[in-house]
């Protein structure tokens, strides 16, 4: 059992278990340490880890050879159990955090049970954050289970630096405009006017500077405050970072045992890592050149200069009033008889009152963009949990939790969605809430590339990749950057991001319903706006990923990858894991399936990181059935019963 907690911008994720006991079959025991490979393997490199467990074995006082991973505090004499966790701590360059500090054997004994007295329960974490806990031990008259006793550990977490990115700079003057006769003469004539039609300049400085300072401002404008673009990555590649983690384990050898051959070893992947680079780079010009050539490469170099045009200018643009034919488009968008949220207005009364309600919103939805604040009602929310019709009905993750939000700010969810739509551009592989695109269109798209491939008697490998809790995993700040990537003006990015300042909920469920808590990660699940930023998001983190359609669509979080090799499909899927997962969300190995077109021969499965992916026969796909075979005859069979 894995949680993940986010504490003052750190990521921390807790992990429990109980490992099978010294007379189990050795076969059981190898299964647990697999399955807890891969929830460490799930686990993003720079997050935090602690694990807590009964690990049912003995890791002793000796540590001669295992130094790097467990002090010399332990237990009595070690036996194989033990050496497992050893082991398992050398893999996950993890370490023992409960046998490096000195206690009196009282407080390292977790296990009596009669004359018996043992350590078998660790807590753990990686050794890079070993310096981060300051006491761990025994609490001597605790327990938690029979015949067990609480180990706790004091941990302080070192909270990081802002990045680069989310450090403001100061907005300077544009004082090189002066060169310019015209805006030279504009700024003597407004100086003039600031000094009340006076020509000659106050005498005291502090009183000249600022009048000077706020003309200058007013007259030539200032910088947009943004820095200047970190280096280019967009080459990057599987070997580059291969290399890149190499040399640092190399690194991290050499500063261990200052060797004249770990010093050596650490010269030459220094060197590999640089070739590697220069490759990466070479080839990846290569590939944009040709691609820049064929007529598909028009629309790539009609991207990269539009995006290259707007990235060399602000977004402060000035943002018109909202006008009445926009409230009447939007009201007129708004389906009756739906649910209503905490303030009990539904949209049905302000179609009721007709234009009166016209005039009323404008004035009202002019004033929040004004201020770029809404009514604090707005901000509470109901979230109703509903069972997906499968699975555990115990089990939460069976659910889907839908917020029932106020009707008058979906309205006005609504009027910010369609501004942000004549802003925004999303790349044609998306068919989720995107105009004159469905589910049909991708369906029909995936089935008639099927048919091609069936037809010409060759293989057609797919994968169905799902991402987890995809839109409560969103992190706002990479929301926020998004956006404003995507160009849209500042005082929007502002406007929505006031939409989930301060936001609260409670959880309604058929025994009543719970306190209310904040909810500080994630998009609002029913909100109006939320697909729109959630195609926003996938739209910037696919950039550099995805592939032409019909290879590559996505209809909100469900994907599908197609490649006419099971190799080249397993290097597309590495590549769409990295690309989310690499801000906080998570591709599920659970329910990402491969599919295999037209097989010929047994070809296996894609692997993810080692793990299998599960190969089916058929796929629901966007709620219709496809076959391996490439008919559609499961698809009419259920339409029939229907």
């Given at each position: 059992?894995?949680?993940?907690?986010?504490?003052?911008?750190v990521?921390?994720?807790?992990?429990?278990?109980?490992?099978?006991?010294?007379?189990?079959?050795?076969?059981?025991?190898?299964?647990?340490?697999?399955?807890l490979?891969?929830?460490?393997?799930?686990i993003?490199?720079?997050?935090?880890?602690?694990?807590?467990?009964?690990?049912?074995?003995?890791?002793?006082?000796?540590?001669?050879?295992?130094?790097?991973?467990?002090?010399?505090?332990?237990?009595?004499e070690?036996?194989?159990?033990?050496?497992?966790?050893?082991?398992?701590?050398?893999?996950m360059?993890?370490?023992?955090v409960?046998?490096?500090?000195?206690?009196?054997?009282?407080?390292?004994?977790?296990?009596?049970?009669?004359?018996?007295?043992?350590?078998?329960?660790?807590?753990?974490?990686?050794?890079?954050?070993?310096k981060?806990?300051?006491?761990?031990?025994?609490?001597?008259?605790?327990?938690?289970?029979?015949?067990?006793?609480?180990?706790?550990?004091?941990?302080?977490?070192?909270v990081?630096?802002?990045?680069?990115?989310?450090?403001?700079?100061?907005?300077?003057?544009?004082?090189?405009?002066?060169?310019?006769?015209?805006?030279?003469?504009?700024?003597?004539?407004?100086?003039?006017?600031?000094?009340?039609?006076?020509?000659?300049?106050p005498?005291?400085?502090?009183?000249?500077?600022?009048?000077?300072?706020?003309?200058?401002?007013?007259?030539?404008?200032?910088?947009?405050?943004?820095?200047?673009?970190?280096?280019?990555?967009?080459?990057?590649?599987?070997?580059?970072?291969?290399?890149?983690?190499?040399?640092?384990?190399?690194?991290?050898?050499?500063?261990?045992?200052?060797?004249?051959?770990?010093?050596?070893?650490?010269?030459?992947?220094?060197?590999?890592?640089?070739?590697?680079?220069?490759?990466a780079?070479?080839?990846?010009?290569?590939e944009l050149?040709?691609?820049?050539?064929?007529?598909?490469?028009?629309?790539?170099?009609?991207?990269?200069?539009?995006?290259?045009?707007?990235d060399?200018?602000?977004?402060?643009?000035?943002?018109?009033?909202?006008r009445?034919?926009?409230?009447?488009?939007?009201?007129?968008?708004?389906?009756?008889?739906?649910?209503?949220?905490?303030?009990?207005?539904?949209?049905?009364?302000?179609?009721?009152?007709?234009?009166?309600?016209?005039?009323?919103?404008?004035?009202?939805?002019?004033?929040?963009?004004?201020?770029?604040?809404?009514?604090?009602?707005?901000?509470?929310?109901?979230?109703?949990?509903?069972f997906?019709?499968?699975?555990?009905?115990?089990?939460?993750?069976?659910?889907?939790?839908?917020?029932?939000?106020?009707?008058?700010?979906?309205?006005?969810?609504?009027?910010v969605?369609?501004?942000?739509?004549?802003?925004?551009?999303?790349?044609?592989?998306?068919?989720?809430?995107?105009?004159?695109?469905?589910?049909?269109?991708?369906?029909?798209?995936l089935?008639?590339?099927?048919?091609?491939?069936?037809?010409?008697?060759?293989?057609?490998?797919?994968?169905?990749?799902?991402?987890?809790?995809?839109?409560?995993?969103?992190?706002?700040?990479?929301?926020?950057y998004?956006?404003?990537?995507?160009?849209?003006?500042?005082?929007?990015?502002?406007?929505?991001?006031?939409?989930?300042?301060?936001?609260?909920?409670?959880?309604?469920?058929?025994?009543?319903q719970?306190?209310?808590?904040?909810?500080?990660?994630?998009?609002?699940?029913?909100?109006?706006?939320?697909?729109?930023?959630?195609?926003?998001?996938?739209?910037?983190?696919?950039?550099?990923?995805?592939?032409?359609?019909?290879?590559?669509m996505?209809?909100?979080?469900?994907?599908?990858?197609?490649?006419?090799?099971?190799?080249?499909?397993?290097?597309?899927?590495?590549?769409?894991?990295?690309?989310?997962?690499?801000?906080?969300?998570?591709?599920?190995?659970?329910?990402?399936?491969?599919?295999?077109?037209?097989?010929?021969?047994?070809?296996?499965?894609?692997?993810?990181?080692?793990?299998?992916?599960?190969?089916?026969?058929?796929?629901?796909?966007?709620?219709?059935?496809?076959?391996s075979?490439?008919?559609?005859?499961?698809?009419?069979?259920?339409?029939?019963?229907?």
């Amino acid at each position: 059992m894995s949680l993940k907690l986010e504490i003052e911008g750190v990521m921390l994720n807790v992990v429990s278990g109980y490992a099978p006991q010294v007379g189990c079959e050795l076969e059981e025991k190898e299964r647990f340490w697999s399955e807890l490979d891969e929830v460490m393997e799930s686990i993003p490199t720079g997050e935090r880890v602690v694990i807590g467990a009964d690990f049912n074995g003995h890791v002793g006082e000796e540590n001669t050879g295992d130094e790097e991973v467990m002090g010399k505090f332990g237990v009595k004499e070690g036996n194989l159990e033990g050496q497992m966790v050893v082991d398992f701590a050398k893999r996950m360059d993890m370490a023992v955090v409960s046998t490096y500090f000195q206690k009196r054997e009282e407080h390292r004994v977790t296990y009596k049970s009669g004359g018996r007295r043992t350590q078998v329960d660790y807590i753990l974490c990686r050794r890079g954050n070993l310096k981060e806990i300051s006491d761990c031990k025994v609490v001597v008259g605790e327990r938690v289970a029979r015949q067990h006793r609480m180990v706790v550990c004091r941990m302080t977490l070192m909270v990081c630096k802002k990045k680069r990115s989310e450090i403001e700079i100061e907005k300077k003057t544009k004082w090189w405009k002066l060169k310019k006769e015209d805006c030279c003469e504009e700024f003597r004539q407004k100086l003039r006017q600031a000094l009340g039609g006076q020509v000659v300049l106050p005498d005291d400085w502090e009183t000249t500077a600022e009048v000077i300072r706020e003309t200058g401002r007013k007259v030539l404008g200032v910088s947009s405050g943004r820095r200047k673009e970190d280096k280019e990555t967009w080459w990057w590649n599987e070997e580059v970072q291969d290399s890149i983690q190499r040399k640092r384990l190399a690194k991290k050898k050499w500063d261990m045992d200052r060797t004249e051959e770990n010093r050596q070893e650490y010269k030459e992947l220094q060197c590999r890592v640089k070739r590697e680079v220069s490759k990466a780079k070479q080839k990846a010009y290569d590939e944009l050149y040709t691609r820049l050539d064929t007529r598909e490469g028009e629309k790539d170099l009609y991207r990269l200069t539009r995006q290259r045009d707007r990235d060399g200018k602000d977004v402060q643009q000035k943002v018109d009033k909202i006008r009445k034919d926009e409230v009447r488009k939007a009201l007129k968008r708004m389906k009756s008889g739906k649910a209503v949220g905490p303030d009990d207005i539904p949209v049905k009364v302000w179609k009721c009152l007709g234009e009166a309600a016209v005039e009323f919103l404008t004035s009202l939805f002019n004033r929040v963009l004004e201020s770029e604040k809404m009514p604090e009602e707005w901000r509470r929310s109901v979230l109703v949990p509903i069972f997906k019709n499968k699975g555990d009905v115990q089990s939460c993750s069976n659910y889907r939790g839908i917020k029932l939000m106020s009707h008058t700010m979906k309205l006005w969810e609504r009027v910010v969605e369609a501004r942000l739509r004549k802003v925004v551009e999303i790349c044609e592989q998306q068919y989720d809430f995107m105009p004159r695109k469905s589910t049909t269109d991708a369906i029909f798209a995936l089935r008639i590339l099927m048919e091609k491939y069936r037809d010409g008697q060759r293989e057609l490998h797919c994968v169905f990749v799902d991402l987890e809790k995809a839109y409560d995993r969103v992190p706002r700040e990479e929301l926020w950057y998004c956006m404003r990537k995507s160009g849209v003006a500042e005082k929007y990015v502002r406007v929505v991001q006031d939409m989930y300042e301060r936001s609260r909920t409670v959880v309604r469920c058929a025994v009543g319903q719970t306190v209310e808590f904040k909810v500080e990660v994630g998009l609002h699940q029913g909100s109006a706006l939320s697909p729109f930023l959630f195609a926003i998001v996938m739209d910037q983190l696919s950039e550099e990923v995805r592939q032409e359609s019909p290879w590559t669509m996505m209809f909100a979080d469900d994907i599908v990858i197609c490649s006419e090799s099971r190799e080249q499909v397993e290097e597309n899927l590495e590549r769409w894991r990295f690309a989310p997962e690499r801000i906080g969300m998570k591709v599920s190995r659970s329910k990402t399936e491969y599919m295999c077109v037209n097989e010929r021969e047994g070809s296996g499965t894609v692997r993810l990181q080692g793990e299998e992916m599960k190969k089916v026969q058929e796929f629901k796909y966007l709620g219709s059935t496809v076959q391996s075979n490439g008919e559609c005859g499961k698809e009419v069979e259920k339409r029939v019963q229907a």
